[in-house]
Each structure stands twice: as structure tokens, then as C-alpha cells.
């Protein structure tokens, strides 16, 4: 039964219940508005009920009966609504009026064009001969049309001026019946707007790398040794541990990657045509196997991409005034501007050492302690953002006419080691300031291992976390942080290489995903290709799952078998 009229601050009503068979019992409720002003989202919603929306609250009301609750509505009745469209047809918002004369306007909300022809999907053909000479012929995907909310006519081809909605893609979510997850095409996001998803040009090499590792099964085992920045990586036996480079037999052993991998190289995805950039202790003294153990892990999934290096600055002098170095170690000297899809960044602020102490359960770091040493690295931060936003960095030498372009590059930044929330790891918090860097960021924490529906894994104990500053939170990824050296027999530099764990490990992963991305998708920027990762990261591959926190995960595992298809998950 309907109860007094609403005031300013409340509605009073008078609710009917049953209760074994006795009826006419009524309860009187209140619904109090935190602003004292009707019909307004502020409205609360008791402890025991549903969130209110703009016109009503779902509550439950007590009774005297044991406790009892029965469901009761309290409405707020708007005496009239005025729809209104946005230019793209598909943001809708209402406007609400009311007896006191106040209006109020609904969040908007993205209402999907209605489909009556349905697009169908041609998949790609790999001839036989396809890494002989053959052509692939890409995807295709026939023409939609159907009506949008506003009533104005809905029709896309994947063209740039008529890019498909994702939802008419995958109008049953991007696993469900008729998905078209990979069309190359533009797609219209939800609220990231448009993807271009044309297809580059599949590497006829990658089959062969699958080969080498026997399809995943088996370790690889190079043919000769390989200067990798200055110094040599070999097999780790008493002929080949300070071989030269190029000793045919002295090859090191690397084990079988993903096979997410695998079947990208299948399919021709192995990076080809990308530059990515290892930024890491490249020069200190004594010679560290670090950034040769990153390159190896980035290298080892995007095996067709272009790998430069160098120095960090942390154990060398003049931070960022250095040249960049070709894989081999000798500097690199381009004649022409070189963009770079991907930086990989596997190092930070060294905490204990600022600090004064290791962080431990019984002796922690206090947020007073981080915020000072987060504080203290801005200046330094200065030179980090002046390379990573430079659209034609040369290095001090200017030996070349040519240039490397960072400002267009993905940035692979591992989220440190230190078992603290990522914001406390200076660089990741002022990478996350930098408006220039933002939108391309990817922080990467560490798991035990790789992660699938069937096996399962966690962050590892050591790990950063993504915290609860939602900017970062946003913007982290985990992967895993197992070295890919513990199984095999190798060396850098005449030392043997061991296992060995760390975030370290886990961002080269993520930077060679959004290499080999860039790779399948080459009009991509890199804010759509960080996205792409972002969106189609998991948490089914993960302990935690269904109830991954994203204060520790993020925004899940990367997975690239997604970013490769990535229709029905973009946001």
C-alpha cells in the first residue's frame, strides 16, 4: 500500500507481508537521501539491500516475525523522461523530471545497434606452400546492417568508414556461438573507440622456429655461439665456455617456450619487422649475465623482431646520454628513423640499498620510508622520461644520420621484487605520472609459472603487487617470472648460467607479446596495442579465479592467443 507523500529528505511507505498464513501485518520504512533531495543517485540503500538508481531503491524491510524480512520497492516517481543520442548512435542518455521541477540526466549507456543481416566470417587460408612463396589470404568478413537505438540505420564492412561494432562481432560475448574474434577489420570498441585490426604480413620463417623446438615439446639448441651485448653466449661445457662468437657446436640450449608461442610462429607471428629496445645494465663492470638473461627470454618468444640495448645507468656514468647498441653490442648507427614497438625496462630503484635496510616482516619498510625514496627519484626520473618521449633519439655520438623513435614504443616495466604495492617502486609510480608514457605502460608482476585453466598458478612470493592506486592497477599485468636457464646448460660471458626468478623476467615476455601484436596489427598505436593487452589479460589461469583481487593481480595473466584474436574482449 502506498504510504505518505515524499518529502525533501524521505519517502514514507507501508509494506503487505505474509507471514504462515497471517496477513495485514505493515512495516512503515524510510528511504533518507544523503543530499536531502529526491530521486537523486545519492540515495543510500540499506545494509541489507540493493543499490538505489535514479528513480527507485530496492530495500529489504524487517518485521517483527523471528526477524523476517520481506522484499520492499521504494520509488521515486519521475513525472517525466526525455531520451536524448549521442553523434555516434549508441550513447544514450535520459533525463528525468520531477514534480518539485528538478531534472536530473542518467549515466550514459551504450545500446547496441540492432542486427538484422549478420556478418559471417571467411577464415584465413595458409596455402601449402605459404613459407615458400605461397600467399595467405587473410580473413574476410561479409557486410552488417541493422537499425541503432535512435532508429538511424546501422551499416559496417570494416572499412575505416565503416568499422564493424565489436558487439555485432560477438553478439554472444567473445567465446560464445558465432564469435568472430580475428576479422582484420576496424572495430568500434565499448569505450576505447576504433581498432584497427587489418592484418600485416605472417613471417614464412615461423613454422620453422615451431620446428626447432619440436612443435614445444623439446629444448632448442643454437647452432653456434652468439654475442649477445659485448660478451657471448654458449653452451656451458669445458670446449665452449669462453668460446668466441660464432663457434659452430658451442650454441646454447634454450627450452621450449609457450605454447601460446608455438602457435604464433605457426601461423607466421614471430615479431618480424619490430625493434625492441632492452633498456638494462648493458656496460656495468663487472659484466652482469642480467640483461642478456632479458634479452634471451624476449628474444626466445618473438624470435623474428630486431633487438637494440642500453645502459640503464645505474653502475654507469652519464644515465641516458649513451648510444643505443645492435645486438651484438657495437653501436648502432641507422640511417634512417627506426621506430622501436616495444622498451623493455626489467629494473627500478634499488630500495634497500636508499633505504638503508632489506624490507622483512619483522623489520618493514613504513610508507614514510617509500614516499621519501619515491620523492628523492623524481629528478632522476627527468632523464628516463626525456628518452622514452623522444621522437628521434640519437645518442651523444651522432654518428649516424638516422634515429631511434621511443615515443611510438610499448613500455614493458617489470614492477619490482620487493613484496610491496607497485607504486611504491619509484619508477613505476612516476612512469604512471607521465602523460606522455601513460597510455603505452604496461607494469608487469611476477608469477611461479605460466598459467593455464588446468594448472593453475599464483603471484610469486616476492612479487610487487598492483596496489590500490587504481592508475596502476590499471595499467599491471602478471606473467611469469621463471628464468628460462634452470634446465639447461649455458653461459654468458665464461660464467654458467643458473635459474633464477624475478619481475625481471616476467616484462620481456610482455614486451615480446606486444611486438608480435604489433606485428599481426601494424596500424596499431601503442596505447591500442597496450590496451589490447590489457583487455585480454585472465584470471582463469590463475589461482585465485573467480575471485582474483586486482589490488594483487591487475588486470590478470597476459595471454597473447587472446591479443591475437582479440574481438569480444576489447573494452
Known amino acids: 500500500m502506498a504510504g505518505d507523500a515524499c518529502t525533501a529528505t524521505k519517502c514514507d511507505a507501508y509494506v503487505t507481508f505474509t507471514y504462515i498464513g497471517f496477513n495485514g501485518g505493515e512495516a512503515d520504512y524510510h528511504v533518507y537521501a544523503a543530499t536531502g533531495v529526491p530521486g537523486r543517485p545519492e540515495f543510500n540503500s540499506a545494509p541489507s539491500g540493493t543499490g538505489c538508481t535514479i528513480t527507485e531503491c530496492n530495500e529489504y524491510v524487517p518485521f517483527s516475525y523471528y526477524g523476517g524480512h520481506t522484499p520492499f520497492k521504494a520509488a521515486i516517481q519521475a513525472i517525466?523522461?526525455?531520451?536524448?543520442?549521442?553523434?555516434?548512435?549508441?550513447?544514450?542518455?535520459?533525463?528525468?523530471?520531477?514534480?518539485?521541477?528538478?531534472?536530473?540526466?542518467?549515466?550514459?549507456?551504450?545500446?547496441?545497434?540492432?542486427?538484422?543481416?549478420?556478418?559471417?566470417?571467411?577464415?584465413?587460408?595458409?596455402?601449402?606452400?605459404w613459407t615458400t612463396g605461397g600467399v595467405v589470404q587473410k580473413p574476410s568478413v561479409t557486410a552488417a546492417s541493422g537499425t541503432y537505438g535512435d532508429s538511424a540505420p546501422y551499416s559496417a564492412d570494416g572499412s575505416a568508414a565503416k568499422p564493424f561494432r565489436q558487439a555485432t562481432l560477438t553478439p554472444n560475448g567473445a567465446t560464445g556461438t558465432g564469435a568472430i574474434n580475428d576479422p582484420s577489420a576496424f572495430v568500434v570498441a565499448p569505450t576505447k573507440?576504433?581498432?584497427?585490426?587489418?592484418?600485416?604480413?605472417?613471417?614464412?620463417?615461423?613454422?620453422?622456429?615451431?620446428t626447432n623446438f619440436n612443435q614445444g615439446k623439446s629444448p632448442y639448441t643454437l647452432p653456434a655461439s652468439t654475442k649477445i651485448f659485448g660478451s657471448v653466449l654458449s653452451a656451458n661445457n669445458s670446449g665452449c665456455l669462453n668460446a668466441a662468437a660464432n663457434v659452430s657446436g658451442c650454441g646454447a640450449t634454450l627450452p621450449a617456450p609457450s605454447s601460446d608461442i608455438i602457435d604464433a610462429w605457426n601461423k607466421g607471428w614471430t615479431g618480424k619487422g619490430q625493434?625492441?629496445?632492452?633498456?638494462?645494465?648493458?656496460?656495468a663492470s663487472p659484466i652482469s649475465p642480467h640483461?642478456?638473461?632479458?634479452?634471451?627470454?624476449?628474444?626466445?618468444?618473438?624470435?623474428?623482431?630486431?633487438?637494440?640495448?642500453?645502459?640503464?645507468?645505474?653502475?654507469?656514468?652519464?644515465?641516458?646520454?649513451?648510444?643505443?647498441?645492435?645486438?651484438?653490442?657495437?653501436?648502432?648507427?641507422?640511417?634512417?628513423?627506426?621506430?622501436?614497438?616495444?622498451?623493455?625496462?626489467?629494473?627500478?630503484?634499488?630500495?634497500?640499498?636508499?633505504?638503508?635496510?632489506?624490507?622483512?616482516?619483522?623489520?618493514?619498510?613504513?610508507?614514510?620510508?617509500?614516499?621519501?625514496?619515491?620523492?628523492?627519484?623524481?629528478?632522476?626520473?627527468?632523464?628516463?622520461?626525456?628518452?622514452?618521449?623522444?621522437?628521434?633519439?640519437m645518442g651523444p655520438d651522432n654518428l649516424s644520420v638516422g634515429s631511434f623513435n621511443p615515443s611510438v614504443a610499448v613500455i614493458a616495466k617489470s614492477a619490482g621484487n620487493d613484496s610491496i604495492d607497485a607504486q611504491y617502486e619509484p619508477l613505476n609510480f612516476w612512469l604512471s605520472q607521465d602523460s606522455g608514457i601513460l597510455s603505452r605502460l604496461l607494469i608487469v608482476g611476477a608469477l611461479t609459472g605460466i598459467g593455464t585453466t588446468s594448472d593453475p598458478v599464483s603471484l610469486a612470493s616476492y612479487s610487487n603487487t598492483a596496489g590500490i592506486n587504481t592508475t596502476?592497477?590499471?595499467?599491471?599485468?602478471?606473467?611469469?617470472?621463471?628464468?628460462?636457464?634452470?634446465?639447461?646448460?649455458?653461459?654468458?660471458?665464461?660464467?654458467?648460467?643458473?635459474?633464477?626468478?624475478?619481475?625481471?623476467?616476467?616484462?620481456?615476455?610482455?614486451?615480446?607479446?606486444?611486438?608480435?601484436?604489433?606485428?599481426?596489427?601494424?596500424?596499431?598505436?601503442?596505447?591500442?596495442?597496450?590496451?589490447?593487452?590489457?583487455?585480454?589479460?585472465?584470471?582463469?589461469?590463475?589461482?585465485?579465479?573467480?575471485?582474483?583481487?586486482?589490488?594483487?593481480?591487475?588486470?590478470?595473466?597476459?595471454?597473447?592467443?587472446?591479443?591475437?584474436a582479440p574481438v569480444g574482449y576489447l573494452r
Not at 543481416?117 to 606452400?129: F, H, K, S, V
Not at 625493434?275 to 656496460?283: A, E, F, R
Not at 619481475?503 to 615480446?512: D, E
Not at 596505447?527 to 590463475?542: M, S
Open 275 to 283: 625493434n625492441i629496445l632492452i633498456v638494462d645494465d648493458i656496460g
Open 291 to 393: 640483461a642478456a638473461t632479458v634479452e634471451t627470454i624476449a628474444q626466445r618468444y618473438a624470435w623474428g623482431a630486431t633487438f637494440y640495448g642500453m645502459t640503464n645507468g645505474i653502475k654507469v656514468p652519464t644515465p641516458y646520454n649513451v648510444n643505443v647498441v645492435n645486438l651484438d653490442g657495437t653501436p648502432s648507427q641507422p640511417n634512417s628513423s627506426i621506430p622501436l614497438s616495444a622498451i623493455n625496462m626489467s629494473w627500478g630503484a634499488d630500495l634497500a640499498t636508499a633505504i638503508g635496510r632489506s624490507n622483512s616482516q619483522s623489520n618493514p619498510w613504513t610508507q614514510g620510508e617509500l614516499t621519501t625514496q619515491r620523492s628523492n627519484y623524481q629528478n632522476r626520473y627527468s632523464l628516463v622520461s626525456s628518452l622514452l618521449n623522444s621522437s628521434a633519439y
Open 80 to 129: 517525466g523522461s526525455t531520451p536524448s543520442w549521442a553523434g555516434d548512435h549508441v550513447t544514450k542518455t535520459v533525463t528525468y523530471s520531477f514534480a518539485d521541477g528538478s531534472t536530473i540526466m542518467s549515466a550514459p549507456a551504450i545500446i547496441e545497434p540492432t542486427v538484422s543481416t549478420a556478418p559471417t566470417l571467411t577464415q584465413a587460408i595458409y596455402p601449402a606452400d
Open 472 to 564: 596502476i592497477q590499471e595499467r599491471f599485468l602478471v606473467e611469469s617470472g621463471v628464468s628460462p636457464f634452470g634446465s639447461v646448460a649455458d653461459a654468458y660471458n665464461g660464467v654458467a648460467l643458473t635459474s633464477g626468478n624475478g619481475t625481471s623476467y616476467a616484462a620481456p615476455r610482455v614486451a615480446a607479446y606486444a611486438a608480435i601484436v604489433h606485428q599481426k596489427f601494424p596500424n596499431l598505436t601503442a596505447p591500442n596495442t597496450a590496451d589490447i593487452l590489457l583487455a585480454t589479460a585472465r584470471y582463469d589461469t590463475l589461482t585465485c579465479y573467480p575471485n582474483c583481487d586486482k589490488s594483487v593481480y591487475g588486470q590478470g595473466e597476459a595471454s597473447l592467443s587472446r591479443a591475437l
Open 193 to 210: 573507440g576504433t581498432y584497427d585490426l587489418t592484418w600485416g604480413t605472417p613471417d614464412p620463417a615461423g613454422p620453422g622456429y615451431a
